[in-house]
């Protein structure tokens, strides 16, 4: 289990502080796992062929679970992983917003033209309300898309950062 660089305190304090604590707690997490080891896509097509076919053995015996151990992460590979991680992972639940007023979407229509009625100025316009305890987060898809939109310039500057944390000349 590798310690936490203190380098990336400001990152989980800003993390926390824009209210993605989620985020910060999954990159702590992620960063005392270390890295897994992962099998190669090749690998993973044959096994799925060879399931598809029948072709897997039947197993015998005792189940055996071999793992490799988790490489740790450490120094500026922290910092490296960390910028992607947090960037990625922004990006993929961005994705699955997007997805989700798909969904909306879809559903609003089919119920329109079921009934044939739209109620209220908002029919047809998902908005996604969460809540949690007294606070509430309420997302509509142009707030999704802005997000979305800005995902490559907060790359730029989580690179930026991460250069600028590792000593690295910027460039």
Do not use: H
């Amino acid at each position: 289990m590798a310690a936490i660089d203190r380098r990336l305190i400001p990152l989980i304090e800003t993390l926390t502080a824009v209210g993605a604590d989620w985020l910060a707690f999954e990159l702590i997490d992620g960063i005392r796992r270390g890295r897994e080891t992962e099998e190669t896509p090749d690998a993973l097509a044959s096994s799925r062929r060879e399931l598809r076919n029948g072709e897997q053995p039947k197993a015998t015996g005792e189940p055996k679970l071999i793992a490799a151990e988790p490489q740790p992460i450490v120094g500026d590979d922290q910092i490296e992983w960390a910028t992607q991680y947090v960037a990625d992972r922004l990006d993929s639940t961005l994705e699955e917003l997007a997805a989700c007023f798909e969904n909306l979407d879809a559903i609003l229509d089919g119920e329109i033209t079921k009934t044939g009625l739209v109620t209220g100025e908002a029919a047809g316009v998902p908005l996604i309300v969460l809540a949690l305890g007294e606070d509430q987060l309420k997302v509509d898809r142009s707030g999704a898309d802005q997000s979305r939109s800005v995902i490559p310039k907060l790359r730029l500057a989580l690179e930026s950062w991460s250069s600028q944390v590792r000593g690295q000349t910027q460039i």
